[in-house]
Nanobody
Framework: QVDLLQSGGGLVQAGHSVNLTCTAS????????MAWFRQASGKEEREFIA?????????IYGDAMKGRFKVSRGDATRTMYLQITGLEPADTAVYYC????????????????WGQGTQVTVSS
């Protein structure tokens, strides 16, 4: 069992930046992948943003997410960060972190563990 606790987000003006945090606890196995997804209101599917392999820090990004989105990890704790710069109203969504032990995945349904979600609202 892995528990994911998210923080950050809120109401942000367009053009500004936001930082999201996700801290994992529970099953102590470094061989896992953590990822960020987002789900906009009215959308059925969660959109892949980025993922990283904890042991190697290897990262991948969704095609539409390269540039303004940066995923990183903490050194001492199992904490993953997402920084979004140049926010646009289209970035308004609930952002989720996820984790699994099956390697890098871009599909939400393949992740077993999820954070509670955090709302990011971008005002124009």
């Amino acid at each position: 069992q892995v528990d994911l606790l998210q923080s950050g987000g809120g109401l942000v003006q367009a053009g500004h930046s936001v930082n999201l945090t996700c801290t994992a606890s529970g099953r102590n196995n470094d061989a896992f992948t953590m990822a960020w997804f987002r789900q906009a209101s009215g959308k059925e599917e969660r959109e892949f943003i980025a993922a990283l392999v904890w042991t190697t820090d290897y990262r991948i990004y969704g095609d539409a997410m390269k540039g303004r989105f940066k995923v990183s990890r903490g050194d001492a704790t199992r904490t993953m960060y997402l920084q979004i710069t140049g926010l646009e109203p289209a970035d308004t969504a609930v952002y989720y972190c996820a984790a699994d032990f099956l390697g890098l995945q871009e599909h939400a349904h393949l992740y077993d563990y999820w954070g509670q979600g955090t709302q990011v609202t971008v005002s124009s």
